[in-house]
T-cell receptor, first 110, second 111 residues
Framework: NAGVTQTPKFRVLKTGQSMTLLCAQD?????MYWYRQDPGMGLRLIHY???????AKGEVPDGYNVSRLKKQNFLLGLESAAPSQTSVYFC?????????FGPGTRLTVL | GQQVMQIPQYQHVQEGEDFTTYCNSS?????IQWYKQRPGGHPVFLIQ?????EVKKQKRLTFQFGEAKKNSSLHITATQTTDVGTYFC???????????FGQGTELSVKP
């Protein structure tokens, strides 16, 4: 039982490049989330999903897209990376109002 | 929109001293959760408070939910070096699973 896993752990991009972050959970949870964490800003919700095939915008969705084609996977895409997207990205899944977080992806955009 | 304010941002204590962090919402919460993030780690769920005036304890940690369900606090008695990390509250406004996190309180403990 791996819980919530995230791929990759680290990534450096140049401005304008695209990439996809993968989140996978093996707990059969319906709800999944993508957050970004910046110093002094806490965790800010980017997008979330309440079930397979559904997605919804969070607090800071601009510049990101998501997909939930399979229940266990939640993908976060950056179409054209900007330096302002340098951050640590956390994925989480939820059951009974308890969120389980992945280890995070540290992304740097130069 | 909904916002959860958390204070203080930083707290430095001597081992054995007490520590408290506070969260405040401008509107009524459905429930509030608390998470702990160790340095370099990911947030880990501590507890959820649902009822007005609720008080829950986990060993040296005491969690309270205000009577109006707009504020909450986490109190640690006699801090230890293992308590080091950032403590976040997260407010649920009954919006289909969305949580609004406070900015967090970073606790450092000097042995």
């Amino acid at each position: 039982n791996a819980g919530v896993t995230q791929t990759p752990k680290f990534r450096v991009l140049k401005t304008g490049q695209s990439m996809t972050l993968l989140c996978a959970q093996d707990m059969n949870h319906e709800y999944m989330y993508w957050y970004r964490q910046d110093p002094g800003m806490g965790l800010r919700l980017i997008h979330y999903s309440v079930g397979e095939g559904t997605t919804a915008k969070g607090e800071v969705p601009d510049g990101y897209n998501v997909s939930r084609l399979k229940k266990q996977n939640f993908l976060l895409g950056l179409e054209s990376a900007a330096p302002s997207q340098t951050s640590v990205y956390f994925c989480a899944s939820m059951r009974y109002n308890e969120q389980f977080f992945g280890p995070g992806t540290r992304l740097t955009v130069l | 929109g909904q916002q959860v304010m958390q204070i203080p941002q930083y707290q430095h204590v001597q081992e054995g001293e007490d520590f408290t962090t506070y969260c405040n919402s401008s509107t009524t919460l459905s429930n509030i959760q608390w998470y702990k993030q160790r340095p370099g780690g990911h947030p880990v769920f501590l507890i959820q408070l649902v009822k007005s005036g609720e008080v829950k304890k986990q060993k040296r940690l005491t969690f309270q939910f205000g009577e109006a369900k707009k504020n909450s606090s986490l109190h640690i008695t006699a801090t230890q070096t293992t308590d080091v990390g950032t403590y976040f509250c997260a407010g649920d406004y009954n919006q289909g699973g969305k949580l609004i996190f406070g900015q967090g309180t970073e606790l450092s403990v000097k042995p």
